[in-house]
């Protein structure tokens, strides 16, 4: 009787291991599979000419079935693909993104949250002696650039440099310095790109956009 009691008691801590077992893997591999955005919050410029990116990262495959800002006037949404979607800093706010991402048969709610600035980093940007910065300081721009000619600029107190780098499409980027003489390729999307810091961390880009 003892001994048939005992092999009671291992059968049923045996089956509750199990089903203990069971359910931690099935909590973890749930939690493992929740899909996240590669960024939750930003901080950016007025920039009406340039498009940033977000991605949904999943261990399993799904897409997204529809991204909506709370404020369109200030972050357009546009352009969306299965696991990527772009959207633009239109002007001064703050606006909330969400996204809408289906696995399967159950749909997730991401949300992205993006601050709009109003900034002027720079005090000019010098294009052949010209400051083509003036009267387009919140947005990317389109500058009719030729090679050659030297650009340079200056930033105000209170802002650093991240990086300056001359962009082809197809070529990649390349390092700009101050005064550095201009390479535009022939038959190729060509821009300037500035990325500046603030005192507070934030991270600003700014876009020249070459025309022939």
Known sequence: MKQEKQSIIKTVLTITCILITTLLVSVSASAAAAPTLSSTKETVNVCTNHWYGTAVFSEEKGKIVSVKSSKPSVVIVEDREDNFYNWSAAKKGKAVITVKYKVGSKTYTLKQTVTV???????????????????HEFESYFVKLKSGKKITWKLKKGYKLVSATTHYEMKGNKKLKKNAKLTIKKNLNSWIN????DSKGNVFEYRIIATK
């Open 117 to 135: 600035k109003k900034v002027k980093p720079f005090s000019y940007i010098k294009y052949n002696g010209k400051n083509i910065y003036k009267g």
């Open 194 to 197: 500035f990325t500046v810091k």
